[in-house]
């Protein structure tokens, strides 16, 4: 679980369940979730796993990583 956490998948996923997760206590339940918020928090998640890939110091993946091609 934890080499799946330092992918670009879990890197999105957790940025994506943290905005969700701030939305629930916005609005304090997940009722009231559309699909526009749903979007608005995936192309959120998206920033920090573009940053890490173009990061030449981190080596979880992207850039600087050893398993890039």
């Not at 369940?17 to 997940?30: E, P, Q, R, T, Y």
């Amino acid at each position: 679980m934890k080499n799946f956490l330092n992918t670009p998948y879990g890197s999105f996923l957790k940025v994506f369940l943290a905005a969700i997760f701030v939305f629930v206590i916005k609005h304090g339940s997940i009722w009231g979730l559309d699909l526009k918020q749903a979007l608005d928090a995936a192309m959120m998640a998206v920033i920090p796993v573009a940053i890490n890939f173009f990061n030449p110091a981190d080596t979880r993946y992207g850039m600087g990583s050893t398993t890039n091609p």
